[in-house]
């Protein structure tokens, strides 16, 4: 793993799917890390209406900001150097997008994550990712 990607949304899984790459550069030698956090866009013409874009994108921000913390806190603590970003759109479709984009190699996720509730054995972010990207992608339960 040269160049990975880690989805992260802030839930325990998350957070898991960090620390096993940890133990993957302790192990291996370091590689290029990229957090990624994905906010679901606000659709609402009604709220649209009423609050700003510059709201809006302070209130993406915050929420990528709270969501982050935990996992840069742990990669600070071990050492591991890394990138983190924010998007907003689709969760699935934006984790590909990023990958694409960054050549990443590998994707290691969490296989639920804050709003996996649709599906009983994997969350349905993970299962359209397995689904419709081309590079391996490591599933932390």
């Not at 906010?39 to 969501?67: H, M």
């Amino acid at each position: 793993m040269k160049n990975v990607l880690i989805p992260v949304d802030g839930s325990e899984n998350s957070l898991r799917a960090v620390r096993y790459m940890i133990d993957r550069v302790r192990e291996y030698g370091p590689c290029t890390i990229h957090l990624l956090n994905v906010q679901l866009p606000i659709v609402s013409g009604t709220v649209l209406t009423f609050i700003s874009a510059d709201a809006i994108q302070e209130y993406y921000e915050d929420e990528s900001k709270t969501a982050l913390a935990k996992a840069k806190d742990i990669l600070d603590a071990a050492g591991v150097m890394y990138q983190a970003e924010l998007r907003v759109g689709n969760v699935a479709d934006t984790i590909k997008a990023y990958a694409t984009e960054q050549h990443c190699d590998h994707i290691v996720m969490g296989s639920r994550g804050l709003g996996a509730a649709g599906s009983l054995l994997l969350g349905s972010v993970a299962m359209k990712v397995l689904h419709t990207i081309h590079i391996p992608v490591v599933l932390i339960n």
